[in-house]
């Protein structure tokens, strides 16, 4: 009888290599190996043939940059999501959508299971089995890391004796993920919050003492709220932040240092570098504040911190998502424009915005001479915006001659 079939997040590394003859052997199943390209800049054809030297008996490579850059970052920066207003999400990101990717080969394969490389403690088990398991409740998950408790020396032991290829490079004292939205890296010394990052944990950009003393001017074109051109060329997903990774990188931005809630209870030290997502965010939030209403921009901030909870609580697959991201869609309906950021010594700042929808208006605005806005109005205005206010202090505060006196507010806090 043919074995039953289980699809594999495979990244090519020690843990999920020797994960193919253990999921063979423990659980008597032939495995199909899945490698996505998500930006992180490894050659999946390479990772792909070492799966087939491994043992598994197919192995599938797909470039999903695209729609991982449309489908997933793109809406995140519409959003505005960065969690506990820092972390850009590019781990979390990019979870939901291997996960998709990996039921439908299932489906295509008639494979009975899924299975990933995550341990126990963190927050990406979370991701892929909350996505396979709204996806398709049939298919068995299997996480090795969390039942087997295997040494380093023990990894390296069992590849030996099947033939698993183990790469010449030393190991790298950090764990790290990264996609072309962020590199993640965290463990090792990084684990002691009151220690500075020490230079071998970074890879993306310089130290920004180290940056051009000459600041970099670049102008971001934006459609509806999705960055679409640099420097007056139009430019696809991919590419632009390919570009914007490079030259943000250079000058030392996108570091990120961060003591975060994981969705486990554990509280943890992780390093991001992400320069094209924090240009991006930065200039989107710019060009926001002359295209939003005052209304619309006070409730994204809630909608934007929803977002990126549910981005990293790993529930993208959820209706709720759709719901803040139908809001999201229609806030950006005239977020259109071009935004001017200067990247200067680990600084990405905004230094000039504009747009056709803009609500911003000089006439309004100017102390100068022929302004539209009537002045007179504005005593009448001021008068019905405080009344309640001024009835307030007239019947409580000020009552008894009492004076509206600072100290004496506070004591009722006693
Ligand atoms: N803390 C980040 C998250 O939960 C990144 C997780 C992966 N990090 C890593 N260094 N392997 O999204």
Same mark, same amino acid.
């Given at each position: 009888m043919a074995r039953d079939k289980v699809i594999l997040a495979y990244s090519g590394g020690l843990d999920t290599s020797v994960m193919v003859p253990w999921i063979r052997e423990k659980y008597d199943m032939d495995v199909i190996t899945f490698t996505c390209d998500l930006?992180?800049?490894?050659d999946i054809e390479k990772i792909r043939q070492k799966a087939l030297k491994t043992g598994a008996i197919d192995a599938i490579a797909v470039d999903a940059r695209n729609l991982f850059v449309d489908l997933f970052v793109w809406p995140a920066l519409m959003a505005g999501a960065?969690?506990?207003?820092?972390?850009?999400?590019a781990t979390a990101l990019g979870r939901p959508l291997i996960a998709k990717l990996m039921v439908d080969v299932a489906h295509e394969r008639g494979a009975k299971a899924v299975a990933h490389g995550c341990t126990?403690?963190?927050n990406d088990q979370v991701r892929f089995d909350c996505t396979f398991q709204t996806l398709d409740p049939s298919l068995k998950i299997i996480a090795p890391v969390r039942e087997w408790s295997m040494t380093r020396p023990q990894a390296l032991e069992y590849c030996a004796k099947y033939n698993i290829p183990v790469d010449a490079k030393p190991e790298s004292p950090y764990s790290i993920d990264q996609n072309i939205f962020g590199r993640s890296c965290e463990a090792g010394v990084l684990e002691d919050p009151w220690d500075e990052p020490p230079p071998d944990a970074f890879a993306w950009t310089v130290d920004p003492v180290q940056a051009p003393n000459e600041p970099q001017y670049l102008e971001i074109e934006w459609e509806q709220g999705r960055p679409v051109g640099l420097d007056g060329q139009k430019m696809d997903g991919v590419p632009l932040l390919e570009k914007l990774n490079a030259i943000g990188g250079r000058h030392g931005v996108g570091r990120i240092d961060h003591v975060e809630n994981r969705l486990v209870g554990i509280k943890s030290r992780e390093l991001y570098e992400a320069p094209a997502a924090v240009i991006l965010h930065e200039a989107h939030r710019e060009l926001e504040t002359l295209c939003l209403s005052k209304e619309a921009s006070r409730f994204k901030t809630y909608v934007s911190q929803a977002y990126a909870d549910l981005i990293y609580n790993g529930l993208w697959a959820s209706a709720f998502h759709q719901d803040l991201f139908a809001f999201v869609a229609s806030s950006q309906r005239y977020v259109t424009g071009v935004t001017r950021v200067k990247l200067h010594k680990g600084k990405a700042t905004v230094v000039g915005r504009k747009s056709e929808? #803009?609500? *911003?208006?000089k006439k309004l605005a100017?102390?100068?001479?022929? #302004?539209? *806005?009537?002045?007179?109005?504005a005593q009448g205005f001021i008068k019905i915006h405080g009344l309640g206010q001024q009835t307030q202090a007239r019947r409580?505060?000020?009552?008894?001659?009492?004076?509206?006196?600072l100290p004496g507010l506070l004591r009722h806090q006693k």
């Open positions: 930006g992180q800049g490894d960065l969690y506990e207003g820092k972390y850009p999400l126990g403690k963190g929808f #803009s609500l *911003y208006s100017t102390y100068d001479a022929g #302004s539209d *806005y009537d002045q007179t109005a409580q505060l000020l009552k008894d001659g009492r004076g509206f006196d």
